[in-house]
């Protein structure tokens, strides 16, 4: 008898930004993950909506792994008067310390080139957040380690488990001591080049499933031959390699091939350049957390030896102006904002050069775009023409690719009674439903923005 626990999904609902799913337990409301909606202007526009639900009203935020599509959010959240605790693994938690007082800096950079721009007339544009929001988020984090048992808040305890995918990244399970529901988070590649497994989910009454290549595989090809082949050429030609990463992640698995092409000859020798500061933390942290990767500590040695540390402005700007051949990682990974946009001009009109797309490209973006074979991109108001050559590296990816979420899901002790699935594109989470309900036998949905499931018992 009683209450029995309910999901509402208030975000990541056929699409793939802004994680935000309530799990209320009676009176206890726990939010997992606070991200913000990035890609087109309607989906942006939501981070500047009232939240779903007050602030005040939560009890606890469990939070999956660093990405701001999953933690953005949490400097409005603090703000708006949410006063609980914000759980999650250390690794998390200590890439949040760069990733949040960083978003709070292009809010604040955004809203100042907004007022720049504006007529006087109109009220100042304001940061939807600010550094300090960030950093009164960040005093409520509280850490605990993968397969330990916690409570996040009164008659709910919860467990996280590895999703490889980044440093940190965890599946989270909830129990209201009756039933149970888990939430895969973004999940990793089996294989990947420096991530461990994900590890097998729990098992759970119902199952929150992400769909980022929900309708998609992976090619099978070994990215250091893709690498290899891209770098040789482009210099060969004199051009430049600009690779776009996910500072966070992707950025350390290209480090890592290119440190490993090198080591076997397999690239000539050239100048490698790092030109992002939350790259440069984040490829730091890979000595401190060395049980969530495959790199042995000379391997995260040498991924640093080779490159250069891009870390001032002054330097950035200077790297804009300089000639290939070399090799450029830079942010952000969909070429929405960051450095990489300033390299745009130098780089994507040069028929010699070539641009690499490591990652997920969310709909809307420029990365989107390039991937699409747009000959032109516009960039702070003026259009840029597309001549360099632009590759895909999807084996690259730090996303399970649809066969991977599928073996995933099949390797739970017991079945579900539903699964949701979320955090992909309409179209891809569709296609991943259509293979559970087929392939599993499991009833599967795709929830929209609002809904609210009931968790059932197996
Ligand atoms: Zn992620």
């Known amino acids: 008898m009683g209450h029995k626990l309910e999901i509402s999904f208030l975000g990541a609902a056929e699409t793939v930004t802004g994680s935000r799913f309530l799990v209320q337990a009676g009176s206890t409301r726990i939010l997992v993950d606070c991200g913000l909606f990035q890609g087109v202007k309607r989906l942006r526009e939501k981070n500047w909506e009232p939240f779903p639900v007050a602030p005040s009203s939560l009890d606890a935020v469990v939070l999956t792994h660093a990405h701001v599509d999953h933690s ?24 949040a310390q760069i990733l949040l007082p960083d978003t709070a800096h292009i809010q604040e950079e955004d809203a100042r080139y907004a007022n720049k721009r504006r007529s006087t007339k109109h009220d100042p544009a304001l940061p939807l957040f600010t550094q300090d929001d960030a950093q009164r988020a960040l005093e409520r984090f509280r850490t605990v380690d993968v397969d330990r048992l916690f409570s996040p808040a009164s008659g709910v305890e919860a467990r996280f488990s590895p999703a490889g995918h980044i440093l940190g990244a965890a599946s989270a399970w909830l129990t209201d001591g009756r039933s149970s529901v888990l939430f895969s988070g973004d999940l990793g590649r089996t294989n990947d080049v420096v991530m461990r497994d994900p590890a097998p989910p729990p098992a759970a009454d119902h199952i929150v499933v992400e769909s980022t290549y929900g309708n998609r595989l992976h090619s099978d090809g070994d990215p250091h031959d893709l690498l290899a082949d891209v770098v040789t050429r482009t210099a060969r030609r004199g051009g430049i390699v600009l690779i776009p990463a996910f500072a966070v992640g992707r950025a350390q698995a290209i480090l890592h091939v290119l440190a490993t092409l090198r080591r076997e000859g397999r690239i000539p020798e050239l100048p490698t350049f790092l030109n992002s500061p939350m790259a440069i933390h984040a490829t730091e942290l890979f000595l401190r957390s060395s049980g969530e990767h495959r790199l042995a500590r000379h391997e995260v040695a040498e991924m640093r030896a080779g490159v250069e540390l891009v870390r001032t402005v002054e330097e950035s700007i200077a790297l804009t102006s300089r000639r290939g051949p070399m090799v450029v990682i830079t942010a952000s990974g969909m070429l929405t904002g960051g450095r990489v946009l300033h390299h745009l001009f130098q780089v994507a009109p040069d028929h010699r050069s070539t641009i690499v797309l490591p990652g997920f490209q969310a709909a809307g973006t420029r990365g989107e775009s390039l991937a699409n074979g747009a000959r032109s991109l516009r960039v702070f108001g003026e259009d840029v023409d597309v001549n360099a050559e632009v590759v895909t590296l999807d084996s690259l990816s730090a996303h399970a690719d649809a066969d991977e979420l599928l073996t995933w899901l099949r390797s739970t002790p017991s079945r579900p009674s539903a699964v949701s699935v979320v955090h992909g594109e309409a179209s891809a989470a569709d296609r991943l439903r259509s293979r559970i309900e087929h392939e599993l036998g499991w009833a599967a949905r795709v929830p929209a923005m609002g809904d609210t499931v009931v968790v059932d018992r197996r």
Do not use: E, H, K, N
């Open 72 to 95: 953005g959010y949490l400097p409005a959240l603090v703000r708006d008067g949410f006063a609980g605790d914000i759980w999650c693994t250390p690794s998390t938690a200590a890439l």
